[in-house]
């Protein structure tokens, strides 16, 4: 027979169960529509979800106790929670009690939970520390990872967000203070200038400090000197002193002298009247022995001897009162020179007296030598500091000329007014913005993800197809069919069902799912190039391993959706998935779609697909000839699923 009659033959066998069994027929149209189901029911799933947030229940803690900074009261929790609430991102509900929100994390009523601590604004605000400001997002992996998954980006989005609002307010006040730094620099040139001129007053004033300090140490220098010798002629001063009050007469001493002047002087006059009465009674002896005389001269009974003798006698009592004369005379002067002694001696003992209380008190109030000593010593410290005085003058002379100079330069190097600042706070505080630039636009996530579900429906549908049919029985009549006629009659009917399964998803992708196409031929071709391939890498697998085949493409299924990038890119997944990749049909696949859909891989669709068409053409050609075949009676072939 003919090839197309050996394959007619053989589809014809397989269209009469269909036939004869209407339940394998209700099972075929089933097969047909479950890629298409199950593509649009995980689409569905993760079709939009970020616009499904706000059903995802957070709990907010709000403990801030705010902060006053800059004479402006700020409460960052508060502001935090009214813009969470006003966006409606998550289904926000306020706790009052931290441990309940934990305890409602933990339990899984709520996703996570938003935790603003007591010190939150007076860490956050003054910004002296990186990271100052914590917000606690609290989450549990184990009750759902991609809720944490949730967590830790909406952690780090409100932490932009929070630090953005942050410094456009701190530049806010940045800009508003810079409004009077103008006047602060005009005050500031001002201000240097006056520091200038007294500055150079100050020059001036050390200058002349430096002169005096100079003058002073020569000056301090020559004392101490002149100290030396002072000090030595006050202590000989003091020791003749001390000398001359300790050998000074006692007043009795004194006393005994007054009283010998006076005594003296008392006998003085004494004797005065003694010869005074002397005198008197040489008077009257005299005149008597005058008289003797006359009558001894004139009477002839005295002998001449006699009259000798009274002669002699009358002349030696006129020497007698001349002589007492002459000692009342000189007795005369001495009184009166006793006398003037008494009155002389009397002054000289009161200024005796004196001299010595003078004396004494000149003795007791010399410094002893220790007082010198320390006078000495003193002038001799006051000469070193004169001269450490006069070179610190100096050293101020020298640092008064630096402060002046160093003033100087800062006039010249202030600037004559303060450039502003330009730009506004909110440019400021986002200077960056970045930009990105979306080549081949994917509408939403259920988008994104629908070349890789309908890849992985197009094979669980042909793994279907498959199961509908028995591939390795065959009527007695094919046994001498050849063996690509044998596998053409057996896979027409799958092909079929593959197709309508195809047409169905392209229903789904065009009315269903509503996804923008930018090239439906190229998807077309692709999706039933791919739903054949597919299906000829099952029936080769079936094939050569009978049932276990089967359950192998099952596998195949779940390790090709691993490597072909749906969930992660796959150069994330590492390892055996990021090396098998480039040579699973799905990634072909997927590939081929996205570039259809999307205008991704700069529209390149071709390739992939000739890649796909060839592992078909080798999946059919390995099909026709491996495994064997076991022939039935017509009439004893069943339907591979059991009704």
């Not at 001449?304 to 007698?320: F, M």
């Not at 410094?367 to 006078?375: A, C, G, M, T, V």
């Not at 930009?435 to 197009?458: C, D, K, R, T, Y």
């Not at 279907?464 to 057996?490: D, N, W």
Request: aromatic content about 6%; charged content about 15%.
């Amino acid at each position: 027979m003919p090839f197309f009659s050996q394959t007619w033959f053989v589809l014809r066998t397989e269209a009469q169960l269909f036939l004869r069994y209407p339940q394998l027929l209700m099972a075929a149209l089933a097969v047909v529509m479950i890629p298409a189901l199950y593509g649009v029911i995980y689409l569905s799933s993760v079709w939009d979800p970020a616009a499904k947030t706000g059903a995802l229940p957070v709990a907010v803690v709000n403990l801030d106790n705010g902060m006053e900074y800059w004479q402006h009261d700020f409460n960052v929790g508060q502001e935090v929670v009214a813009k969470l609430q006003a966006r409606h991102a998550f289904g926000f509900m306020n706790f009052v009690d931290e441990a309940q929100a934990r305890r409602s994390v933990r339990e899984g009523s709520m996703a996570f939970a938003l935790i603003i601590p007591p010190d939150f604004s007076a860490n956050a605000i003054p910004g002296a520390a990186a990271g100052a400001g914590k917000l606690v997002v609290y989450t549990s992996e184990g009750n759902s990872y991609q809720s944490s998954g949730l967590a830790r980006r909406f952690a780090q989005e409100l932490g932009h967000e929070v630090n953005e609002s942050l410094n456009e307010r701190r530049w806010a006040l940045v800009l508003s203070d810079a409004a009077g730094s103008q006047r602060n620099i005009d005050r500031l040139h001002a201000g240097v200038e006056q520091l200038r001129a007294g500055a150079h007053e100050l020059t001036g004033g050390t200058q002349q400090a430096v002169k005096g300090a100079t003058a002073v140490a020569e000056g301090s220098r020559q004392l101490a000197q002149s100290v030396v010798p002072l000090a030595g002629g006050v202590k000989e001063l003091g020791a003749g002193l001390r000398t001359m009050d300790a050998k000074r007469p006692r007043r009795s001493d004194l006393k005994q002298l007054q009283d010998g002047a006076q005594a003296l002087s008392t006998g003085h006059g004494e004797l005065g009247k003694g010869l005074d009465e002397l005198k008197g009674g040489t008077a009257r002896l005299t005149e008597g022995v005058t008289q003797f005389k006359d009558e001894a001269n004139s009477s002839f009974l005295v002998s001449a001897d006699v009259k000798d003798r009274v002669g002699q006698l009358s002349e030696g009592v006129t020497r007698v009162d001349t002589g007492l004369a002459s000692a009342a005379l000189a007795q005369g002067q001495l009184a009166e020179g006793a006398n003037r002694l008494n009155a002389g001696v009397t002054t000289l003992i009161d200024g005796v007296k004196a001299l010595g209380k003078g004396i004494h008190t000149a003795a007791i109030n010399v410094p002893p030598d220790n007082q010198i000593d320390e006078l000495t010593h003193g002038a001799s410290a006051l000469a070193t500091g004169a001269t450490s005085v006069e070179l610190g003058a100096q050293k101020l002379r020298v640092g008064a000329q630096r402060l002046e100079g160093g003033l100087d330069l800062l006039a010249t190097s202030l600037p004559p007014s303060l450039k502003k600042i330009d730009g506004s706070a909110e440019g400021l505080a986002t200077s960056v913005q970045p930009q990105v630039e979306v080549v081949a636009a994917v509408e939403n996530n259920g988008s994104g993800f629908a070349p890789n579900i309908l890849s992985g429906s197009l094979w669980l549908g042909a793994s279907l197809a498959a199961f509908l049919i028995q591939l390795r029985v065959l009527p007695l009549q094919a046994q001498p069919f050849g063996r690509a006629a044998k596998l053409s009659g057996k896979v027409v009917i799958p092909l079929g069902v593959v197709a309508l399964q195809v047409l169905v998803v392209c229903l789904l992708i065009r009315y269903g799912l509503e996804i923008a196409v930018m090239h439906w031929g190229a998807l077309i071709l692709t999706l039933a190039l791919a739903a054949a391939t597919f299906l000829m890498i099952i029936v080769a697998l079936t094939r050569a391993l009978g049932d276990a085949g089967k359950a192998l493409a099952l596998v195949f299924l779940a390790v090709q959706l691993s490597s072909s990038g749906g969930v992660l890119p796959v150069e994330l997944s590492g390892g055996l998935f990021a090396q098998i990749s480039p040579w699973m049909p799905i990634t072909w696949v997927v590939k081929s779609i996205r570039a259809a859909m999307f205008g991704a891989f700069d529209g390149g669709w071709q390739d992939p697909l000739e890649l796909l068409l060839i592992a078909g053409l080798l999946a059919a050609v390995m099909a026709a000839i491996v495994g064997r075949w076991r022939y039935i009676q017509a009439s004893e072939m069943r339907p591979a699923l059991d009704f």
